[in-house]
């Protein structure tokens, strides 16, 4: 029997729902290989609709770089969905899933620390804010400041905001991984304990850091892949300094400055990211966390 609903009205329903579907595998409510299955038991429901590419991607440590080759692998298009595929490529993904479900697959013993560093105003926190969108299961190292929050920012989750005096007993009990004086004025601080717990228990996790705390940080952990994030260009990077608008002419002055002697650094770092695109850079830092 025909549905008596508009069109339009239905197709954002379905939309709705494999949004849903896509959110329950990012979170670990629902294992892929559970949504897998109900696509192909159930040719009408949320999960048949899927597109194979998106349903890559709502898992973790998956994404837009590591999603053609996985396609190319299992010989699978990636303008299939999961309800439409054949025989053999059922059989295909439900081998690969298994083996990263059962850790045979793209799971490190010891989780992987990402550091994201780069000129000032080159968009780190658009990038990292886009992760957290996009990826709720990552984890992040929050960093102690001595300088005031900006507009929005919340103490304990965009920084730790402390004192002079906090920030000295916190390095003299050797409680920070890296720190530095950042731009001539307000120092800025990894804590050490959480990374270090967070690696123990297999769990990756990204930490978003001026350039120097990154050499610190690849000095004393020699593991860590140091991720450049680069503007489109210079101009680009002098706009965006510009249109931030919470810096005076003087500090934006400074700022550049610093930032022509930053951008000779990137070839210290493992990887270069061009933040073009805030998804598609967002994801290429994302794809670093898992092997597989």
């Known amino acids: 029997m025909r549905d ?4 339009s009205v239905i197709a ?17 409510e629902r294992t892929p290989l559970s949504v897998a299955h109900e696509g192909w038991e159930s040719p009408k429901s949320p999960a048949a609709g899927l597109r194979i590419a998106e349903f890559l991607g709502s898992i973790s440590g998956i994404g837009s770089v590591k999603i053609p080759r996985i396609l190319d692998s299992l010989g699978i298009s990636p303008r299939k969905r999961l309800g ?12 690969w ?8 697959v793209g799971t490190p013993q010891r989780g992987r620390l990402v550091v994201v560093a780069g000129p000032t105003a080159v968009g780190k926190g ?8 996009l990826h709720p299961e990552v984890k992040f190292s929050v960093s102690a400041t001595t300088r005031a929050p900006r507009p929005g920012e919340i ?4 920084y730790h905001f402390v004192t002079d005096d906090e ?17 001539g004025r307000h120092r800025y601080g990894t804590p050490r304990g959480p990374i270090v717990a967070a690696l123990d228990n297999g769990s990756s996790i ?24 680069l503007p489109p260009s210079w101009n680009e990077l002098v706009r965006r300094l510009q249109a931030r608008g919470t810096e005076s002419p003087d500090e934006q002055y400074r700022r550049l400055a610093t930032a022509k002697v930053e951008f000779d650094a990137q070839t210290e770092f493992d990887v270069t990211v061009v933040n073009d695109n805030v998804s598609e850079a967002a994801e290429a830092v994302v794809d670093l966390m898992a092997v597989g």
Request: proline share 2%; net charge positive; glycine share 4%.
């Open 206 to 229: 990204i930490l978003e850091i001026d350039i120097q705390g990154a050499r610190q940080v690849k000095k004393a952990m020699p593991d860590a892949i140091l991720v450049f994030l």
């Open 84 to 95: 439409a595929l054949g025989a053999r490529q059922v059989e295909a993904l439900t081998a």
């Open 155 to 158: 103490d304990g989750e965009h």
């Open 4 to 7: 008596p609903r508009d069109a």
């Open 97 to 104: 899933l298994l083996a990263r479900q059962d850790g045979r």
């Open 167 to 183: 920030f000295d007993r916190l390095v003299e009990t050797s409680q920070m991984l890296e720190w530095a004086v950042v731009h």
């Open 12 to 28: 954002v329903e379905r939309r709705r729902a494999r949004a849903t579907l896509k959110r329950a595998i990012k979170t670990a």
């Open 126 to 133: 658009t990038v990292v804010a886009r992760i957290r969108e």
